[in-house]
């Protein structure tokens, strides 16, 4: 082996200890029943949004494509469940925009469409063919198109591919499920991924709160019969957040950094989320695209906190109902986990692909805490993954001044939420730095 | 939904710190030194540490309210103020002259700047400063430990070892363990070492201050008076080193933000105090090394402002250069 593998993990900068409320880590996931109507928006990822390619009152049957997009950076939309479409609606995604979104009412028999079949992917060009057409994109909540991640220029050689099983953030178990239920299509789709990509070297990053996840799917990397040449290996990472980010990932694992505005393809890796590999691996099987999703649905609002395997439609108030409903009148409704989930208006709103998690708070752990001074106590700074100054970055986006702000390097904020959580006069820091970003964005400043 | 959703931006988690749990650690850590103070200098040095105490709260809740401002006495911190000019002062000083060092410090130095986290020099170390020019033999007017067992009022005054020191009579200066453990003439809080570090590794283990400045600023202290051939120990433990090191340069507002800044800033402190006890006028250097160090803070973040993820060394250098 040319490249060695790291004993323990490489030292990262800053962090935080956040709770784990791993409650769902030791249950069997449940799957869901098909609901009787699914509202399947267009764009369930970062890129162009789909155009339909059925129109109201077709039939369609459970993997058939409905919706894809002429732009690369895009992924194809297929049904979870067999039906008629009934219109043509529009929903409000997370984020706030409104798209388009086919709403199809299901006939629940869950006939599977002819189209799915095992996809030929023998050749490189082939297999990431295959990765678009099985409408993969980033599970572990980014939602960026996998063909467009493994498509890697030529010029840059890629020599490791890092499975992120970190799940840093608190309540979410998605992944941890995944890996207990489903570590054989794990190490499946990991060699698909490696052998197509001819990388030499996959380490399985999983935070050390997961003991039972180490080792399983370290019982599998060992074995001289599942892992012939040794490629595959385990590292317990220390479990603090924000570990599964992916450049704080890339560093603990290999001790690289990713410059400012790059790629982590540009320092020689990939980072796939560990939920996606299996799926991938599931899919060259069985040519099944991305129809369903385990969710983990947690939060003091919640009555039977469990991880549920969805059909991606589903709306939230459904799957809530399948948890046993809410035990206390929900205050904050959140689509991810608790330090990056984006807080919805709305629990109609349906799962869509990149969702891991959906977290109810109720009314006392929703409350939302009062500003007061900055007291420079510089825990935003010691906690800054990013080595940043957030309180500066606040008080230059308060004051519009957009040339300190990208002095300050406001636009390497992954906003990770790390000085927002530690801030013990409640300073709203991401929100500021978001502002900052805009502000920096208008005045057209470069990179 | 029936109900309506509180929508806001991330993080929805808070770690639980607040301004006032972090004040009330502080005042927890200056726990053993004021009780120590209360032994050492009597009932005397108490009715100070009250005095000081409401004078700067009351201050900060009037100055607040005609400013017009909302009313921060909840967050603690001026009850830290009060606690820590009380420390810096005789304990033979007239409560009048402790109020009025009180106003000092939270009207003109803290809440004329802005309140919290706004003043560029520590409140406390400034009304002492303030008061040092204004009634130097007041502020001067030491006596010895356990002065009210003492019938006899000629045998109570006193001068300060560093004082001592500076007149050349080394040989009157108090042994190792009784500056240990505070029995000398000082300051109210400053003379009981013991009880001081105790406060420090309090502060440590809770989070609240990183070790970094006490170890620079008595680390620099060390190797000087090493270097210049004086008895380290009792450098250490003397004068308001010790109070100075672990509970006024290591104040959130007036101290670096960040760890390379702390260095630089405890250093510089460690400097300034031995160059003024050596080469100064002055017995002591404590307070004025600090707010001289204090006012440097915004130019040394500038200089050791740390280099984001991702930009290589080299480059960061260049760009500093550029600067």
Same mark, same amino acid.
């Given at each position: ?54 129109? !109201? ?7 058939? &494509? ?35 979104? =086919? ?17 030929? @992917? ?7 063919? @295959? ?14 198109? @996998?063909?467009?991640?493994?498509? !890697? ?43 197509? =990509? ?27 019969? =599942?892992?012939?040449?040794?490629? !595959?290996?385990?590292? @317990? ?93 929900? &205050? ?35 409350? =939302? ?30 004051? &519009? ?47 | ?110 809440? /004329? ?25 007041? /502020? ?133 105090? /031995?160059?003024?006890? /050596? ?45």
């Amino acid at each position: 082996m040319e490249l060695a593998f790291p004993e323990k993990p490489f030292k990262t900068h800053g962090g935080a200890h956040v709770p784990h409320r791993k409650n769902t880590a030791q249950m069997e996931s449940a799957v869901m029943p098909p609901p009787t109507q699914v509202i399947i928006p267009m764009q369930q990822h970062v890129g162009a949004p789909c155009t339909p390619l059925v129109k !109201v009152g077709d039939e369609v049957l459970v993997g058939q &494509k409905i919706a894809d997009s002429m732009a690369f950076v895009s992924a194809p939309i297929h049904a979870s469940v067999s039906g008629k479409v009934r219109a043509v609606t529009q929903v409000m995604l997370s984020g706030g925009q409104y798209v388009d979104a =086919l709403v199809i009412d299901s006939d629940g028999e869950m006939k599977i469409s002819p189209e799915v079949q095992p996809p030929k @992917a023998d050749t490189r060009e082939s297999f990431l063919q @295959a990765v678009r057409e099985s409408g993969l994109v980033g599970l572990g909540g980014a939602g960026f198109p @996998a063909h467009v991640k493994l498509k !890697v220029s030529p010029d840059k050689r890629i020599d490791t591919l890092i499975i992120n099983a970190a799940e840093c953030e608190p309540y979410i178990t998605a992944d941890h499920r995944e890996a207990l239920e489903n570590s054989w299509a794990v190490l499946s789709g990991i060699y698909a991924v490696k052998d197509m =990509l001819e990388i030499e070297r996959v380490i399985i990053a999983v935070e050390d709160n997961k003991p039972d996840v180490i080792e399983t799917l370290r019982k599998m990397a060992d074995n001289e019969k =599942l892992d012939p040449g040794n490629h !595959v290996r385990v590292l @317990a990472l220390h479990a603090s957040y924000p570990q599964g980010a992916e450049k704080v990932l890339i560093k603990s694992c290999t001790d690289r950094e990713v410059p400012m505005g790059k790629l982590p393809a540009d320092v020689g890796c990939i980072v796939m989320n560990i939920t996606s590999v299996a799926f991938l691996a599931n899919y060259l099987k069985t040519g099944m695209p991305l129809i369903k999703k385990r969710v983990t649905i947690d939060g003091s609002a919640i009555q039977y906190p469990q991880n549920v395997i969805v059909p991606i439609g589903t709306p939230i108030e459904e799957v809530i109902r399948f948890c046993g409903g809410y035990k206390a009148p929900p &205050k904050k409704i959140l689509m991810g986990g608790p330090m990056m989930g984006i807080a919805i208006t709305d629990d109609s709103l349906p799962i869509v692909k990149q969702n891991n998690g959906i977290i109810c708070l109720d009314e006392e752990e929703a409350r =939302l805490h009062e500003p007061t001074a900055c007291i420079r106590c510089g825990r935003c700074v010691s906690g800054c993954p990013m080595h940043l100054i957030p309180t500066m970055l606040e008080k230059y986006a308060e004051a &519009k001044r957009a040339e300190e702000l990208q002095e300050y390097s406001v636009m390497d904020c992954m906003e990770c939420g790390t000085c927002a959580y530690n801030c013990p006069a409640h300073r709203p820091l991401v929100q500021a730095i978001r502002l900052g970003k805009a502000l920096v964005k208008s005045a057209g400043g470069k990179k | 939904m029936e109900q309506k959703l509180i929508v806001s931006p991330s993080p929805h988690l808070r770690s639980g710190a607040t301004t006032q749990k972090i004040m009330l650690d502080v005042i927890i850590a200056l726990t053993p030194a004021a009780i120590a103070s209360c032994i050492l200098f009597g009932v005397q040095a108490l009715i100070l540490i009250l005095t000081c105490v409401g004078s700067c709260v009351l201050a900060e809740y009037l100055s607040r309210r005609v400013m017009k401002r909302d009313n921060t006495i909840f967050d603690l911190s001026a009850v830290v103020t009060g606690i820590l000019l009380a420390f810096n002062l005789p304990v033979t000083i007239s409560p009048l002259i402790a109020i009025f060092g009180s106003v000092v410090a939270i009207v003109v130095v803290k809440q /004329m700047f802005g309140g919290i986290g706004q003043n560029f020099v520590n409140p406390a170390l400034t009304a002492r400063i303030v008061l040092m020019a204004s009634f130097p033999a007041k /502020m001067s007017n030491w006596v010895v430990p356990f002065w009210y067992r003492i019938g006899n009022p000629d045998a109570i005054t006193t001068a300060s070892p560093l004082g001592l020191l500076k007149q050349g009579a080394a040989d009157q200066l108090p042994n190792h363990l009784d500056m240990l453990l505070g029995a000398r003439a000082g300051c109210l809080g400053e003379t009981c070492a013991i009880a001081l570090l105790l406060g420090g590794i309090y502060l440590i283990v809770r989070k609240v201050i990183s070790p970094v400045i006490p170890l620079c600023y008595l680390g620099t202290v060390a190797v000087i008076s090493l270097l210049a051939g004086r008895d380290v120990i009792f450098e250490l433990l003397s004068g308001g080193l010790l109070l100075g090191s672990i509970f006024m340069a290591t104040d959130y507002t007036t101290s670096p933000i960040n760890r390379n800044g702390r260095i630089v800033f405890a250093v510089g402190c460690g400097i300034l105090t /031995m160059l003024i006890r /050596m080469f100064g006028s002055l017995p002591e250097g404590v307070s004025f090394s600090i707010i001289l160090m204090n006012i440097l803070v915004p130019h040394i973040e500038r200089m050791t402002r740390p280099r984001p993820f991702g930009v290589k060394k080299e480059k960061a250098k260049k760009e500093g250069a550029q600067e």
